[in-house]
């Protein structure tokens, strides 16, 4: 059974940085493309981005392009969500995601692509 454990989230004031990690175990990392989502409240959960499996591929909602970044690396089986400039229409919690059956270089922008899912990680921006 893979797990994902996200942490790094906060609170921060607009302009601010965080840097989000996605810990995963019982399965191999390298296998899956992670996606990041986020779900404000009283909104549906959107799409942030997603890295392919060897980390040459990303892909970003038009949202956050250009201020976040997705990184992983397969050897210590975690992945990154680095933000930048945030602002409080940020602020929600963030997810991380894993799909085995996704490809690499493909939009896999959907949420029921994803199998497996952490819990979540709250990220307040602050005005």
């Known amino acids: 059974q893979v797990q994902l454990v996200e942490s790094g989230g906060g609170l921060v004031q607009t302009g601010g940085s965080l840097r989000l990690s996605c810990a995963t175990s019982?399965?191999?990392?390298?296998?899956?493309?992670m996606g990041w989502f986020r779900q404000a409240p009283g909104k549906e959960r959107e799409f942030v981005g997603h890295?392919?499996?060897?980390?040459?591929?990303?892909y970003y909602a038009d949202s956050v392009k250009g201020r976040f970044t997705i990184s992983r690396d397969n050897a210590k089986n975690t992945g990154f969500l680095q933000m930048i400039s945030l602002k409080p229409e940020d602020t929600a919690v963030y997810y991380c995601?894993?799909?085995?059956?996704?490809?690499?270089?493909?939009?896999?922008?959907?949420?029921?692509?994803?199998?497996?899912w952490g819990q979540g990680t709250q990220v307040t921006v602050s005005s």
């Open positions: 995601a894993a799909c085995p059956d996704c490809a690499d270089n493909a939009d896999n922008s959907r949420a029921y692509r994803y199998t497996y």
């Open positions: 019982g399965g191999t990392f390298g296998n899956y493309v």
């Open positions: 890295i392919s499996r060897s980390e040459d591929w990303t």
